[in-house]
């Protein structure tokens, strides 16, 4: 039995989630702080250094027992010494969040990319358990990725795979990327993607349960079409069909490369669940080896917010032979 307690660190840019997690990758407990954005985010490692003493107090977390924490960061990261290269969302810029952290809490730390380490904690306890070969995609705001390979995370020669909502040219004539692209398959297959496309659908031709929606709010969420969709409604499910073409387009051709065994979908746009995944497969199998259509897993992830810590808990334990 796997006596040792982790810590998982996810920093975002509203709270920081934490949690006290075993060897085994069962969360002890776990809790949140409000991130303190300012001084460009010095105040942060203090912040944590200090939450985990008071909750290990709290909580009767024997310090013998921690052996490291693990810390998910948004932006671009050094792994190999530990450093933000940058981070826009907290303020941070070459920011040596490693050597800080050790200092503060006296443990080992290690840190990851958010995105990667979610992929990790799917890979670890959640949709993608046992999987060695695993990729996760989140359909949030943006389109977040993260690709494991014989249980290792993908990071690249600069730190940058996983980017997969920056596949490009997915859609002919596309809509401006925030990456300074067109057509990428962050503006079709995101919430705020298929917002768009049916909002583009509905000025176009108005007619059912969208409509109603669109004249209440002048508006429409990825929420909206996905229900209407849900509800056979011709437009939503036409949008909702697209934006899955381009999606199983751009995982098909990933997973004819990578081979992974399962791909995770996670964010907000997954809550739509098995009808979308239904979706998403038939779209994903036009565009596959057949063998690699046949034996990819597509699952909707299961961990929800608590991947980022899991998956932090999974990099601490990883690095320190636990
Ligand atoms: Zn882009």
């Keep these: 039995m796997d006596k040792h307690v982790y810590v998982g660190v996810d920093v975002g840019g509203t709270t920081v989630?934490?949690?006290?997690?075993?060897?085994?990758?069962?969360?002890?407990?776990?809790?949140?702080?409000?991130?303190?954005?300012?001084?460009?985010?010095?105040?942060?490692?203090?912040?944590?250094?200090?939450?985990?003493?008071?909750?290990?107090?709290?909580?009767?977390?024997?310090?013998?027992?921690?052996?490291?924490?693990?810390?998910?960061?948004?932006?671009?990261?050094?792994?190999?010494?530990?450093s933000i290269i940058e981070a826009v969302n907290i303020g941070w810029r070459d920011f040596p969040l490693k050597e800080v952290l050790e200092k503060e809490t006296n443990l080992p730390v290690f840190i990851d990319n958010d995105a990667n380490l979610a992929a990790a904690g799917e890979m670890w306890k959640g949709a993608g358990e046992g999987a060695k070969n695993l990729l996760a995609v989140t359909l949030g705001t943006g389109v977040g990725g993260g690709?494991?390979?014989g249980g290792e995370i993908i990071h690249g020669e600069s730190g940058m795979a996983?980017?997969?909502?920056?596949?490009?040219?997915?859609?002919s004539g596309g809509a401006p990327c925030n990456c300074g692209k067109t057509g990428c398959l962050e503006t079709v297959a995101s919430a705020t993607g298929i917002a768009r496309l049916g909002i583009e659908a509905i000025k176009e031709k108005r007619y059912g349960l969208l409509q109603d929606t669109f004249e209440k709010k002048e508006t429409l969420t990825a929420k909206d079409i996905l229900d209407a969709a849900k509800k056979e409604d011709p437009l939503a499910n036409q949008v909702v069909k697209q934006a899955m073409s381009y999606l199983g387009f751009a995982l098909a051709n990933l997973a004819n490369a990578l081979?992974?065994?399962?791909i995770v979908i996670g964010g907000g746009v997954s809550k739509a669940g098995i009808f979308l995944v239904d979706l998403l497969e038939t779209e994903f199998k036009k565009y596959t080896i057949p063998k690699i259509g046949e034996d990819t897993k597509i699952r909707i992830a299961t961990l929800g917010n608590d991947a980022g810590v899991i998956g932090a808990a999974w990099l601490a334990k990883q690095n320190t032979n636990g």
């Design 17 to 82: 989630k934490l949690a006290f997690i075993q060897g085994t990758g069962e969360i002890l407990n776990k809790w949140e702080i409000p991130t303190d954005l300012s001084n460009k985010g010095n105040n942060i490692l203090k912040q944590i250094a200090d939450t985990i003493a008071e909750k290990m107090n709290e909580y009767g977390v024997p310090s013998d027992s921690l052996k490291a924490v693990g810390v998910g960061a948004p932006g671009f990261i050094d792994v190999t010494n530990g």
């Design 147 to 149: 690709i494991l390979a």
């Design 162 to 171: 996983g980017e997969i909502g920056h596949i490009t040219s997915v859609a």
């Design 259 to 262: 081979n992974p065994q399962t």
